[in-house]
């Protein structure tokens, strides 16, 4: 939306029409030769094939190498796919009813390769001449040390013909439904192929500056899509690619530098004068360590963000008990000195009371009011923190979703921070920018760190805060992997722990059974449990989501009282609970959990003076991905390093929280493989959005005509 209106606003007074807007690229698919009405629908909902354009731009998934002619000698328990040159010497049908098939020979002069169809054996016969030569292409194996071929792609060779095929094959994915109307891999090559016919130079215009063409030497839109559907060899398919993935992210790159150009040059935000009585007081008197040089970091560049007079919009990311809680606090308290209300919100209820007591004992005595407001909260209590927050008598509500109800009236909002921002959705956040008639100043936060690269692509119209120091006294936990038969040693150890005064938390992934999972569930190991920790000499709570608000919340207060000292749970406390007393993380299936939810659970332990451990308990057969997780976490506790190893294993489609991201759907460009290009496009993109950020120098016209032609997708991340 943004960009559309700031490009017609500030470029199309200049402007005055958008070039390419009625080219041969956005005309509808069923106008493509081959396709009609039908097949037309068909492409629109299996592939999402609309116009021409986007059959251009729906890329091979790989291409079948059919550059090379193999000598059947050379054939062996290694070839994989394999093409082959000669003249059919027998053809028999063996075999009676389900077992008939169709075995004919092919001799090259070197050595003979059986060729098997079991399905469509009358069509291959007819097709099919003895002493004629065919090339046959497929996968390669052996049936009694004979090599064979089972259903080949067969091409008789003329008489004068070329007998080498020199080419890449292009593999289109498709669907069933596609495959029935005969909209396969093979015909969509061939639709591809007719529209490429049509096209000339001027058709597919360029986009990128020459500039960066000519440094970077990558070849124009033209050629590239032409070499990316059908390169006449492997060089050139890379060079194609290349050049798209550049194309990509530069244009990713772009956009996020433009909404951050228009909120830094555009978007009002209250002014934070001054640091005052508050900050200072709590600076001097209530602060309970010396802040790391990250968390001062960080506090310059919000406090400089907040006394611009343009909104912050800023992402501060930080592992598992950096501090981020006493940076929020701070930045709060400077709001309250220039008289604004904070709010806090958090994605779960027994978070948002962590916080809600942490902050109350950070402030002591300060005469700074604080409510909380989640969905629990009894009526009365409500009505007394709406009406303290309208009035602006409550400086600072920490809350659920709770707070972004239309019945939370604030006075004078100025600040909003939402932690693990990524658990609520983008509506739900736009509430909050709501609540005061110039939004208020944003502050995202998340534990789970995220890798560099993977957060300037999705967070990229943020500004971006990264705290990746601990504060003094953090111990390291240690992390050890045990199997199942280890379990009566692990419960010893626990009951040693146990006899110092420490306290455990033992957590599970699921609370029902379930046949399709092979580990414990809650209820059934919390009778474990029991069964090693006896009343009346230990004392146990149990959490999960099931339980009621008020029962979970009793159950957590008498763990955090010390009243019980092992906590059996699930996953609803791998954020927001701080006991320094517990040592022991106890994580049950650990092979069923994510590396972020591994190293979240660790976090629960080693937050006191005390030597802490995290043990992952799995049973003995493993995935070679759930080894490698384990060896992981065990090796290392800097969540960064995890964050990377983990966005390796997985990919950017499954780390938390980017699958509602628009500007991670790349069709070519990975993030993973692709760090260098990445690292380039995002250089060059941020280059001219600094020389040129309204995109209106004659070197960036090509650049311009296509933003203004294709809006694209906003940034999942973008929330102001």
């Known amino acids: 939306m943004y960009t559309d209106y700031f490009f017609r606003t500030y470029i199309c007074e200049k402007y005055h029409s958008i070039p390419g807007k009625n080219s041969i690229l956005s005309s509808p698919i069923e106008y493509l030769k081959g396709v009609g009405p039908q097949r037309a629908d068909l492409l629109k909902k299996e592939a999402g094939i609309f116009t021409f354009n986007d059959l251009l731009e729906y890329f091979p998934f790989r291409h079948i190498d059919k550059t090379q002619i193999t000598d059947i000698r050379d054939i062996n328990s290694g070839t994989d796919y394999v093409q082959v040159l000669g003249k059919i010497t027998s053809i028999e049908i063996l075999g009676q009813k389900s077992g008939k098939r169709l075995v004919a020979s092919l001799y ?7 060729l098997v169809w079991f399905q469509g054996i009358n069509w291959v016969q007819k097709i099919l001449d003895l002493g004629r030569k065919y090339r046959a292409f497929g996968k390669a194996g052996f049936f009694m040390n004979t090599p064979q071929i089972s259903h ?7 008489e004068g013909s070329p007998e080498k095929g020199l080419f890449l094959e292009p593999v289109y994915s498709t669907t069933e439904k596609l495959k029935a109307r005969n909209l396969g891999g ?6 591809t192929y007719t529209l490429l016919k049509l096209f000339s130079e001027k058709d597919i215009p360029e986009n990128l500056p020459d500039q960066i063409l000519a440094k970077y030497h990558l070849l124009n839109r033209y050629k590239a899509f032409r070499q990316i559907h059908f390169p006449a060899s492997l060089q050139e398919y890379m060079e194609a690619e ?14 996020l530098g433009l909404k951050r150009y228009k909120r830094h040059t555009f978007s009002k935000g209250w002014i934070f004068s001054k640091v005052g009585d508050y900050f200072i007081e709590f600076f001097n008197k209530n602060l309970p360590f010396e802040l790391t040089d990250a968390q001062k970091r960080v506090l310059k560049e919000i406090r400089k963000d907040i006394g611009s007079g343009r909104q912050m919009n800023r992402l501060l990311q930080g592992d598992v008990g950096s501090g981020k809680t006493i940076v929020a606090l701070m930045s709060i308290l400077i709001g309250a000195d220039n008289g604004f209300q904070s709010c806090f919100m958090a994605p779960t209820e027994i978070l948002a009371r962590q916080h809600f007591k942490s902050i109350q004992s950070l402030l002591g005595n300060l005469p700074v ?12 209590e409500k009505k007394e923190i709406l009406k303290g927050t309208a009035s602006g008598e409550i400086a600072i509500v920490i809350g659920t979703h709770a707070i972004i109800e239309d019945t939370v009236i604030f006075k004078n909002l100025g600040l909003a921070i939402v932690d693990e921002q990524h658990k609520f959705g983008v509506a739900q956040r736009a509430k909050l920018w709501e609540k005061n008639e110039i939004s208020p100043h944003v502050l995202v936060m998340t534990a789970t760190p995220i890798p560099r690269t993977l957060a300037l692509t999705a967070y990229g119209d943020l500004d971006y805060s990264i705290m990746d120091e601990m504060p003094p006294g953090r111990q390291a936990v240690t992390t050890v992997h045990r199997m199942d038969y280890t ?10 722990e146990i006899r110092k005064g420490r306290q455990v938390y033992i957590v599970y992934p699921l609370i029902e059974e379930s046949a399709k999972l092979d580990f414990e569930n809650l209820m059934k190991g919390y009778e474990e449990v029991k069964a090693f920790f006896p009343e009346p000499q230990y004392h146990i709570s149990m959490v999960h989501g099931r339980q009621k608000a008020a029962q979970k919340q009793v159950n957590m207060e008498r763990f955090i009282k010390g009243d019980t000292q092992i906590m059996v749970s699930t996953t609803v406390i791998e954020v927001g609970v701080n006991v320094p007393n517990a040592s022991v993380m106890l994580i049950e299936s650990a092979e069923k959990f994510g590396l972020p939810q591994l190293h979240q659970l660790r976090g629960r332990v080693g937050r006191g003076s005390d030597k802490s451990y995290c043990i992952l308990m799995t049973s003995v057969r493993l995935s070679a991905d759930a080894k490698k997780r384990l060896k992981i976490l065990c090796a290392t506790n800097d969540g960064f390093q995890i964050a990377e190893k983990d966005l390796e294993i997985r990919g950017p489609g499954d780390i ?7 500007i991670l759907d790349f069709k070519l460009a990975n993030i993973i493989g692709d760090k260098k290009i990445f690292e380039i496009a995002r250089n060059e993109a941020e280059n001219i959005i600094d020389q040129d950020p309204l995109i209106s120098s004659e070197e960036n016209l090509a ?5 203004l032609l294709h809006k694209g997708k906003n940034s999942w991340s973008m929330i102001s």
């Open 108 to 114: 090259d002069g070197t050595g003979e390769l059986e």
């Open 152 to 158: 080949p792609e067969m091409e008789e060779i003329l």
């Open 186 to 191: 093979r015909q969509i090559s061939k639709l």
């Open 242 to 255: 290349r050049r798209l993935k550049f194309e990509e992210i530069f244009i990713s790159q772009i956009r």
């Open 369 to 380: 009011k604080v409510g909380i407001l989640t969905g629990s909260t009894p009526a009365k």
């Open 487 to 496: 379990r009566p040693q692990v419960m010893d150890f626990i009951k040693d």
């Open 656 to 662: 938390e929280g980017t699958r509602q991201s628009g």
């Open 703 to 707: 650049l311009r005509s296509f933003l």
